[in-house]
């Protein structure tokens, strides 16, 4: 008798979190006895001109992947060219030219040095 309330604590709270199943049979209304087999499931409409609003949605495999996002090249002729690039990309990640830091972000940090003629390379 000692447990009896802790059982009983338990039996509600696994019977709160178990699946709900579908009402009992009587619940549900009869089957007209001249109702039609073919009948359209419920929920679906009866025009079949009418496309499913959840497959319309959905990506066709036929349609090729959008355009990857844009990303710095690992070689610029000029540091001219490799700030105009960070301009127009905005990288997540920190980027560093020479050491010093031409753009905040986050994670480790693409380091680019300037060759002696001039290119900006990784």
Known sequence: ?????WVFVLTLALGACSERSAPPAAATPAKQAG???????????????????????APS??????APAPSLKSKYPDKAALLADIKAVKPA??????????SPGF??????????????SR
């Open 35 to 57: 109702a039609p087999e073919t009948a359209a499931p419920a929920g679906q409409a009866a025009n079949p001109q009418t496309p499913n609003p959840v497959l319309a949605a």
């Open 107 to 120: 994670g480790p940090g693409m380091r680019y040095r300037t060759g002696k003629d001039g290119s900006v």
């Open 1 to 5: 008798m000692k447990y009896t309330k």
């Open 93 to 102: 990640n920190q980027v560093e030219l020479d050491g010093e830091t031409v």
């Open 61 to 66: 495999p036929s349609t090729p992947n959008p």
